[in-house]
Structure formats: structure tokens, C-alpha cells
Nanobody
Framework: VQLQASGGGSVQPGGSLRLSCAASGISFSLSAMHWYRQSPGKQRELVATIGFGGGTKYADSVKGRFTVSRDNAKNTVYLQMNSLRPEDTAVYYC?????????WGQGTQVTVSS
């Protein structure tokens, strides 16, 4: 089982980034997928969830700015991040629970700074 996240980088406030997470070794179309983030000195925070049926949930801090989506044909989940703020700076991780095991990608750094 592998989750491979990509797409992070540095951007100015107000900018946009799109993260991708490619999954292998799971029944992707049957799996809820999650995006978390962690800033230095803070606990890991759930940012967005997309269910296997496509339903979505977001943390209040990102509602209206971030959009999670999935492409089951590509076994990939995306996080479109718009109107980025300095407080969005963090390492972003994709996650799923597969056969009872919490499975994490390696993380991708997002830095929002002027």
C-alpha cells in the first residue's frame, strides 16, 4: 500500500496550489480519502475528506477556499487550494484507512509567504 503526495511548493498569499495523492495497493474507489496538515509545534489537523461516493467535508478554516476531489480512474485524490494564507503553511499528508490500518503518504510541504 502506498500513498504518494506531490504538488507542494512556495506561493505568495492569495495564490493557489493543487496537491495530488496517487494511491496504490488499495481499492481506491471504495476508500474514503483524507488530507491532513501539520505545522511546526502543532497537532496534525484534518483538512478535508472525500468519501468513496464523492461526499466532502472540510475544516472550517479552509471552507470556501479548498476543494477536494478524486479521479477513481487514476487512483488519485486532489486538493485544490485557493486564496492561500500564511497560516496554511504546513506539511500536507494524504491518508486513508485500509483494512483497519491507518495509512499515510510521505507529506508535501506548502509554504505561503510574501
Amino acid at each position: 500500500v502506498q500513498l504518494q503526495a506531490s504538488g507542494g511548493g512556495s506561493v505568495q498569499p492569495g495564490g493557489s496550489l493543487r496537491l495530488s495523492c496517487a494511491a496504490s495497493g488499495i481499492s481506491f474507489s471504495l476508500s474514503a480519502m483524507h488530507w491532513y496538515r501539520q505545522s511546526p509545534g502543532k497537532q496534525r489537523e484534518l483538512v478535508a475528506t472525500i468519501g468513496f461516493g464523492g461526499g466532502t467535508k472540510y475544516a472550517d478554516s479552509v471552507k470556501g477556499r479548498f476543494t477536494v476531489s478524486r479521479d477513481n480512474a487514476k487512483n488519485t485524490v486532489y486538493l485544490q487550494m485557493n486564496s492561500l494564507r500564511p497560516e496554511d503553511t504546513a506539511v500536507y499528508y494524504c491518508n486513508t484507512v485500509w483494512r483497519g490500518t491507518d495509512t499515510w503518504g510521505q507529506g508535501t510541504q506548502v509554504t505561503v509567504s510574501s
